[in-house]
């Protein structure tokens, strides 16, 4: 299959299958945005009397932002993997790429964020967030948190059918993982030692701090923290396209 055929039949069951969950839903988009924002709810009425946390601008918006990148990839992850398990008869019986399928619960989710963004980019606005330049930056982050998603998600995928288990160890590792990625606080918050070394490691956390820099306060964005940032991505997305190249052939005779 040729890179042009390939991205077409990526676009047709990406936009299909979106629109398909979308048809009998009465209130559409908001329902994109009302989990993050009853789960901000939550959180800020939990933290907000905390000291260290109280001082952080736009508290609010700072949880938000966190969790519908947060958010994103536990879905994006999750639903791909289990996805890709009930796809047997499509595996078993095309010439699809399995890469495929990956793609397109990654680019269904990917459009679910979109979505989002711009409706904490409207509630923004009422709230005051300082918005400007750092605003064009947000590509960048958006992309990264793209190929975080999609490697980790190919990485689950070309082990899955072989150890089912591991839907269960990811469910597991995804609620630590909360723990230590700074939906709700700030990582300069965290002190020194093992823990902090975990919160640096974890590749969301450079992330989703870009994130409200360009989102949020509109400063001056670090190069060499964006680079960062996208590198531990970009790292994440080869290793999980290699790692599922190197299983595929073996995937119909498990699955």
């Known amino acids: 299959m040729s890179w042009r055929h390939f991205a077409y039949v990526l676009f047709q069951t990406t936009r299909a299958s979106f629109l398909a969950e979308e048809k009998n839903s009465s209130l559409g988009l908001i329902w994109h945005l009302l989990n993050p924002i009853l789960m901000t709810a939550v ?5 907000r009397n905390v000291d260290r946390l109280r001082e952080i601008e736009h508290y609010e918006l700072f949880i ?9 990839f536990i879905n994006s992850t999750t639903r791909c993997a289990q996805n890709f398990l009930r796809s047997r008869s499509l595996i078993l019986n095309t010439t699809v790429p399995l890469q495929l399928l990956v793609l397109r619960q990654t680019c269904i989710e990917g459009l679910t964020l979109f979505i989002e963004i711009l409706l904490v980019l409207v509630l923004g606005v009422f709230m005051g967030a300082n918005l400007g330049g750092a605003l064009l930056v947000y590509p960048l982050v958006f992309a990264g948190i793209l190929a975080l998603s999609l490697g980790a998600s190919l990485l689950l995928c ?4 072989f150890l089912s288990d591991l839907n269960y160890i990811w469910s597991l590792f995804c609620r630590m993982l909360f ?7 700030d990582p300069q918050i965290v002190g020194d030692g093992l823990a902090r070394t975990v919160v640096e490691l974890n590749p969301l956390t450079g992330l989703i701090t870009l994130a409200r820099d360009t989102l949020l306060y509109g400063g001056e964005i670090d190069p060499l923290e964006t680079g960062l940032a996208l590198m531990g991505s970009m790292l994440v997305l080869a290793f999980g396209w290699i790692l599922f190249r190197t299983t595929s052939p073996r995937i119909p005779d498990y699955i």
């Open 158 to 161: 070309a082990l899955v059918v």
């Open 179 to 185: 723990f230590v990625t700074p939906v709700f606080f």
């Open 64 to 72: 938000l932002i966190g969790l519908v990148h947060y958010n994103f």
């Open 43 to 47: 959180l800020f009425m939990v933290f």
